[in-house]
């Protein structure tokens, strides 16, 4: 069977970790671990564990369809004006799993038993992270501090980093991106849940070492934290952060795409990728979970083109 690792965090690993999760492959999800907003960010605050909120997202999105009713417990949110308010029962769950493991990873898959995850949720690191970023606007150039306040500020972001520079992967991170055949980055907030991956040493060095095949899926609209940038701007961010690192394919669902290919074509192929656009959009911003399965299902069952290569 196929081994793929998926890497990102939010929403964006959620969409193609419910693509892949139809395929017949061994998944492993790689989610980053610098969230510090909302419900996360005050549990991270209070508590030395990793913040849960993307980790809760990627086993919702792999959870077992015959395990809706711990589904829905994960996933709801608690209402009113106290100290519960705005928190997902699940961030909750997972917190009290972090506290009673030492090892990070024994609690995630002591979570995925309970909604009985079709892949494996993996920690990028096993300590908590912080991003930082360096922005230009009209004003000048500054420096902002953390994953919530990166991804709303205004102004272009020309340098991203994650502190402690020199934090660790978790080890059964690292085995999985070894052991893959398949690596699979985005859709997603691009510099503080796709790239982040890429800045982590030991991490960054793992895959580009590894002998699997990659794919990157863009986005089908701008964020906050990307406003002005094009497609073909991503992936030369994207090759930036990814010295060392080989791209196979570049999947786009962006409608612009099906009717001018050809800047981004030449993005993709200064990463020596190949494009493939397709229509995958459910609305504006949503991934069609099908058509990107039917698409991922094709790259990754079908391909044929090569021989698996760093």
């Not at 990102?8 to 419910?18: D, I, Q, T, V």
């Not at 990627?58 to 009113?80: I, N, Q, W």
């Not at 890429?198 to 990157?216: C, H, M, Q, T």
Request: proline share 5%; charged share 20%.
């Amino acid at each position: 069977m196929l081994k793929v690792v998926a890497f990102g965090g939010g929403r964006g690993l959620s969409a193609s970790l419910r693509a892949l999760t139809r395929l017949d492959i061994d998944l492993t999800a790689v989610v980053t671990v610098a969230d510090d907003g909302g419900s996360s960010g005050v549990i991270r605050a209070a508590r030395p564990v990793l913040p849960p909120g993307d980790l809760r997202k990627a086993l919702v999105a792999t959870a077992d369809p015959a395990r809706a009713e711990a589904v829905a417990l994960f996933s709801h949110r608690f209402g009113g004006q106290d100290f519960l308010t705005g928190h997902p029962v699940g961030n909750i769950v997972l917190t009290s799993l972090l506290e009673r493991h030492d090892d990070p990873v024994v609690a995630l898959d002591a979570a995925a038993r309970i909604v009985g995850s079709r892949a494996r949720i993996l920690p990028m690191s096993c300590t908590p992270l912080d991003i930082e970023a360096d922005l230009v606007d009209d004003s000048g150039s500054r420096t902002i501090l953390g994953q919530h306040d990166v991804a709303v500020a205004d102004g272009n972001v020309k340098d991203v980093r994650l502190l402690p520079s020199d934090a660790a992967a978790c080890p059964e991170t690292l085995q999985a991106v070894a052991d893959a055949d398949w690596h699979v980055f985005g859709p997603g907030s691009w510099y503080t849940s796709v790239i982040p991956h890429l800045l982590l040493p030991d991490l960054r060095e793992a895959i580009g070492a590894s002998r699997a095949r990659r794919i990157v899926v863009l986005n089908l609209s701008e964020e906050k934290e990307t406003d002005g940038l094009t497609l073909s701007g991503h992936l030369d961010t994207l090759r930036r952060y990814a010295e060392g690192v080989r791209f196979h394919y570049v999947v786009s669902g962006d409608a612009r795409t099906l009717v001018d290919p050809g800047s981004l074509n030449s993005a993709a192929q200064s990463l020596e990728a190949e494009l493939v656009a397709a229509d995958l959009a459910a609305d504006g911003v949503t991934h069609d979970v099908a058509a990107l399965a039917a698409v991922l299902g094709n790259l990754l069952i079908d391909d044929r083109s090569g021989e698996v290569g760093g």
